[in-house]
Structures are given as structure tokens and as C-alpha cells.
């Protein structure tokens, strides 16, 4: 699907998709913020974030909320609540919940905080930009549609952007986009992936290092601040950086100068720095794994992607997207695949559908059916492409069993069997290759990098 910015979809007020918002308040009632008010209403963020930590959008001082307790989506005709794996929980008229829609007369309890929901006003449409895509990435949904105009703003400053979403809804490709509609589009866009690095070199790739700095390093070599001069450079997976590191990171960012390993010179560098990551950070600042003045230093704006399960009308606009990328025959994209496609949940999300078309275009009539309703990370099994199966790979029932004993919540749940399927298919896929990390992550039917990454969640199990 190549084309402008301009692009457009047609279809309500103005000749442009619009939306239905309702404009709800949230009243505190009860705790220490009581006769607090907070409007919800807005026309680009999509997420209103309440917590005790100064960056939420919604600030409150209780000290039985967590950092960052809870969100607010703009849907169409009211708001989608959803704690976020807080502490002590949330309670939407004395039933707590993980997730539910909100249309105004609700009482919610957070913490010792009492929170009256209100319906301000009647749903008022709003009139989405008729701009289909913002540099590569694409979308009709209202979700991603509502996030371009803030994108164009911020490629057009200078400020670091935080940004946040799941494993393959597209982080690099957005933070690719930015750099291209900024004024250092001509400068290079460099990408540092802090899970693709062996820990030991993370430092001298950042940096770079002298020769003879440490044994190995026998000639100079450029770190990726220095190869990203006068460009952006992408920290991919930020929340991965070790705490040590991280100083040193913040510390290059605030005087925009880095010294090499094995080097007493300082040599300054003018890049933008855009970080992309698949964790809570302000979680793992309360944990104690993220430096709290680090996050302040690169939050200076935040824009995070939603996941493909929530971008309705997006799925068939990919898919025909990457069915002509990837060569695929028309007339083969039949309106059952594309059905098949939509009544899928996309846990990978961007990269899962594009995998997904890549195989049914390869397959054709033979590719499974049914596959599209097994995990990701199993669904390549199926197709003939990996042989010689052992059954039991997916099949982690004793710690789905342990989940529901220890009364974990479902998003704690999902993420310890799913961590659990990650560890056991990587154990048998380079069991069989002997280690060799590209044939297995070919056979897999993922890139070598994304294994890597599924390698470290299942190294990593929620506890």
C-alpha cells in the first residue's frame, strides 16, 4: 500500500471517518485527593494514564495506588478501563476488574480512593485526520489514525520519545518514520537493540572502544552514538539495559558527549534519541531495574502503539498490504482468508500478521486453517515447515495448572504460561539445530532477532 501521507478513507461527517466520544469526569470522591476533578475528554491521547508517579497524566496521592495504576482508552461511544497489573487491584462498582468499558454513573475504587464516573455530555463526533499512514506506518483505525497528528508534531521538535506497546506493533517502524519527517532525515538512523548485544559488549557498542582497550579489540571502533552523528538514534528495548549502564547512557544524553573504552577524550555527538520498549518502565523503576532519573531524562514525550487486537478495520488494510509487498497473487486473497485473518486476535501483532501472509502466500491451499488459533510461537509447527514434531512442545498444562493455584491474575497468568512456551520451544528448536541460532530461528519462521528476544522472555518467567 504506497502512497502520501494524504492518502484518505471516506465515510461519515465531512467525508472522513469520524468517531463517537462520550466526554466523561472522573470525581474523586473519597481518599486524599477527594474534590479533585479530572476531564477525560481529549482529541489525540489516546491513553490517559492515573497513578502516584508525576508522570501520569492523572496524579493522585494515595500511597495505596501503584506508580502507574490505571488507564483510560478513548472508545467509540464511551472509555475503556484497564488496570495495569496494579498492586492492590481495581474495583469498578464493587467487582473488581482487569478490564471494562465505562459509559458514565460507575463508582470505581483504587487504593483508599473513590472515583464517581460522569457523563458530561452526549457523544460528540470527532472528525479523524484523513491521512491513512504516517510515513510507513499504516492504519484506518481510529486508534493509530488519532495518533498522527501527534506524531507530525513530534517529528518535527527535537525531544526525546519514549515509545511503548507490545512485541511487533511496530515500534521501529514508527520511530523510523519520525526520524524520516524530521529535519535530520538526511542524517542516519541508527538502531541499537539492547537484547541483540552479548551483555559484556553492550558498553563498546554504545560507545564504541580504542584499540587495545580490552583483549580483542585490536583497531578502534565507532559506538552507535558516534555512528548515529547528526541523525536519530534508536535505544530498541531500553528496559533491558543494565543498571550500570544506564548511568552512563543518561549521562551521554545530558551532555551529548561520549567517551570510547580505553579512551580519556570526550567527543561530542548531536543525536536524537528515541527509545522503544515492551516494558512497563515505570514498573521496573519501582522494582528497583530502571533508573527513575534516566526515565524522566528520555520521557519527555510518550506515544504508545495498540496492539493490532484493537485496531478495527486495520487487519484486512495490512494484509493486502503485505499480500502485494511480499508478491503475493491477487486473486489468491480470497475473501475467506481474509475473514480467517480478522477473527484472529494477532497476540504478535504487526509481525505475526505479516509472517502469517508471508506462509499463506508460500502454502496456499495447504496452509492450516485452524493454525491461526494456536499460539504464535506454535503456529509454524503445524504448517510442514519444522518436521519431526515433538507433541507435548506446546502443551505447558501443569503450569497453567500452577497459575490458577497461586490465583495469579489472567494478565499474570497469560504472561507465565506464554514465558513458559517461549523457554520450552527455544530448548527444542536449538536442540535440534545444534545451537546454530539462524537455522532454528529460520525454521521457527521468525527473524533471528525476534528469537532472541523470545529467547530472554522465556529465560525471564513471571513469578
Known sequence: ME????????????????????????????????????????????????????????????????????????????MRFVDLNSLNGSRVNGIRVVELFLEGGETITLGG??????????????????????????????????????????????????????TGTGKEVLAEALHEASPRASGPFVVFD???????????????????????????????????????????????????????????????????????????VNVRILCATRRDLEREITEGRFRDDLFYRLAVARIELPPLRRRQGDVPVLTRHFWEALGGDSASLTPQVLRRFEGYEWPGNIRELRNAVAHQIALGDLADPSSLHRPASARSIDTGLVPHVVKDVAAPGDVIDRAIADQLSYPRARHRVLSELDRRYCEWILARFNGNVSKAAAASGIARRYFYVIRARGSNPVE
Open 113 to 166: 480512593t473513590t472515583i464517581k464516573v460522569v457523563n458530561e455530555a452526549p457523544l460528540e463526533e470527532l472528525v479523524l485526520t484523513p491521512a491513512v499512514r504516517f510515513g510507513r506506518m499504516i492504519g484506518v483505525s481510529a486508534e493509530l489514525r488519532r495518533l498522527f497528528p501527534l506524531c507530525r508534531r513530534l517529528a518535527k521538535s527535537d525531544v526525546p520519545v519514549i515509545l511503548e506497546g507490545e
Open 3 to 78: 502512497g502520501s501521507e494524504d492518502e484518505t478513507v471516506r465515510g461519515g461527517k465531512g467525508g472522513t471517518w469520524g468517531v463517537k466520544l462520550a466526554h466523561l469526569r472522573l470525581d474523586i470522591v473519597e481518599g486524599p485527593d477527594r474534590g479533585a476533578s479530572f476531564d477525560l475528554s481529549g482529541t489525540e491521547q489516546v491513553r490517559t494514564y492515573l497513578g502516584k508517579s508525576p508522570n501520569s497524566t492523572i496524579q493522585l496521592n494515595d500511597p495505596l495506588i501503584s506508580r502507574r495504576h490505571c488507564a483510560f482508552e478513548n472508545a467509540a461511544g464511551g
Open 194 to 268: 539492547c537484547t541483540s548485544v552479548p551483555p559484556t559488549l553492550v558498553e563498546s557498542a554504545l560507545f564504541g572502544h580504542d584499540r587495545g582497550a580490552f583483549t580483542g579489540a585490536v583497531g578502534a571502533r565507532q559506538g552507535v552514538f558516534e555512528q548515529a552523528d547528526g541523525g536519530t538514534l534508536l535505544i530498541d528495548e531500553i528496559g533491558d539495559l543494565e543498571l550500570a549502564l544506564q548511568a552512563k547512557l543518561l549521562r551521554a544524553i545530558e551532555r551529548s558527549e561520549i567517551q570510547r573504552i580505553g579512551s580519556n577524550l570526550w567527543t561530542k
